[in-house]
């Protein structure tokens, strides 16, 4: 770059018509370069013989050479042997003994030969050095190429870059916003409600004596359903938490994990009788903590959906898969249409009335969140009345340490 | 009433003073309580300024502290006693209605002495707060140069 701009314009510009030319000879059909071997030959003598003219001996054979060097130069190796050829017939009829006939004189010969050979060798010399010349050009043009595209390249990768810090920073804003809203619920929810039962209780006491059957009956309504809603902002709350705590990852063992739970359900379960079938479990990836209220919230609804039966069945086992185990909570209850399988995992998604199973909704979206937050899927199959089977996969602990690892 | 309270409260909203007033009452307990409805009003109290600069000389028992207050909230207020050597024995009860880990951790970081959601059932909210105040305020000894039981 530098060197052109000292070169001045005019410089540039005639070594880029020169270049043109080059390239268009180089591409031209074979009339124009076997045409053009034919024109710098003829060249080529008509200076010999005028140079012979004014006297000047033995210039003939330089200039066939220089011919035969700027035709192999230009148009290649096939007009280059014409022009051997031409020259050397030229020479035989103007130049050697005797002249104007193609008659060889048995002591020109060596000198024709010699002619020959070194032709024959200048274009060769100068077809390797073309043939080098052209690969340097066409690798420093797929350099060139390569060069802008990897800017191009790098060019859309800062854009890229540049795009997704901006994303980030959106999401971290919203995310702060989502977490205040939370708070806010948290805090400024309660409160009233806590208002309405307390006042509701106030009055009940207040006006008890007073307060005939069925006013007694709208209080316990309004008290009961202020407790619900109790459980539900509670609920959303606990559910909210999985998105933004962060997970402690260790191993954990299901099993021990299982045992644990079944003990605490046991406990309320009272005189129910409940058969228990527990399978080998493996060990996972994952937050303890986290893992625990999954198999809590799959286990009691489990207990839940059983009420009805003489005697419950709860399973809980595992497929193994290659990169991931599958474990299931099977059950013998009231189990559900597989229609509506796609609402099961739903927020505040029901598929039973409150008077039948009590509940908020919010468990299995809360499994749901879990597993998925630890690159699980969940899945269900069941039928009225038939039971259901809670299945949800999670990544092999080493499968998972090695992702962990990786990304770390 | 506050030449003999024992209770400080601070919390800001006029129906959570009256149910918890309504707790106290109980057990007899309401008589010795002052209320703050904003952190500010806590610290002019602790620091005999304002409407409260001729109350008598002691520190509350036990102060029972809301966390979202108009003003200055409840963690700055507990920090500044917590900082302060003449004010960081007295006992602070924090009352909140949020259950948010992030909000337990600063308290107890910055030295609360107890920390209690308020329950949304009234039963379990009178409870809740009658033990607070007998066992603050009757049961427990104060540390030195807090208002004195009645004998």
Known sequence: ?408 | MSELARILLVEDDPRDVELTLTALGEYNLANEVVIARDGEKALDYLYYRGEFSTRSNDNPAVMLLDLKLPKIDGLQVLQQIKADERLKLIPVVVLTSSREEKDMVRSYKLGVNAYVVKPVDFHEFVNAIKELGVFWAVINEPPPGSVKKAP
Request: charged share 25%; aromatic share 10%.
């Open chain 1, 1 to 408: 770059m530098m060197s052109h701009v000292a070169e001045g314009s005019t410089g540039v510009a005639v070594r880029r018509s020169l270049a043109r030319w080059n390239v268009a000879l180089h591409r031209g059909g074979p009339a124009i370069r076997y045409g053009f071997s034919v024109v710098c030959v003829a060249v080529a003598l008509g200076a010999a013989l005028a140079l012979q003219y004014y006297s000047f001996r033995d210039v003939e054979l330089p200039l066939f050479d220089l011919a035969i060097v700027v035709i192999t130069w230009y148009v290649g190796i096939g007009p280059s042997v014409l022009a051997v050829v031409l020259s050397t017939a030229c020479f035989n009829y103007f130049f050697a003994e005797p002249i104007y006939s193609f008659e060889v004189s048995r002591e020109d010969l060596p000198y024709f030969f010699l002619f020959t050979a070194s032709a024959a060798i200048i274009a060769w010399f100068v077809a390797v050095r073309r043939r080098i010349e052209n690969d340097l050009r066409d690798t420093r043009d797929n350099l060139q190429v390569e060069v802008e595209q990897r800017k191009r390249r790098e060019d859309e990768i800062l854009k890229l870059n540049n795009e997704l810090a901006k994303r980030a920073r959106e999401l971290e804003t919203s995310n702060n916003e989502l977490e205040s809203f939370a708070y806010s619920v948290s805090h400024d929810l309660r409160a009233p409600l806590r208002h309405v039962v307390g006042y509701s209780e106030l009055l009940q006491r207040q006006a008890s004596t007073s307060l005939d059957e069925k006013s007694r009956r709208f209080m316990q309504t309004i008290l009961e359903s202020s407790k619900r809603m109790g459980n539900l902002i509670d609920d959303l709350l606990a559910f909210s938490r999985i998105g933004r705590t962060e997970t402690k990852n260790t191993l954990v063992s299901l099993d021990p994990l299982v045992k644990e739970v079944v003990a605490e359900i046991e406990q309320d379960t009272g005189r129910r009788e409940i058969v228990w079938k527990i399978h080998p479990l493996p060990v996972c990836y994952g937050d303890r903590s986290m893992l625990r209220l999954v198999i809590l919230n799959l286990l009691s609804n489990a207990v839940k959906f059983t009420r009805m039966r003489a005697q419950a069945e709860i399973e809980i086992g595992c497929v193994d898969g290659e990169h991931e185990v599958e474990v299931f909570v099977r059950d013998n209850g009231a189990g559900f249409d597989m229609q509506y399988v796609d609402k099961l995992f739903g927020v505040f998604q029901r598929l039973h009335l409150p008077e039948e199973f009590e509940g908020t909704g919010i468990g299995l979206a809360t499994v749901r969140r879990i597993i998925h937050r630890h690159g699980g899927e969940v899945r269900a199959e069941g039928g009225i009345d038939q039971g259901a089977t809670l299945y949800f996969s999670l990544p092999k602990a080493q499968d998972a340490a090695e992702r962990t690892a990786n990304t770390l």
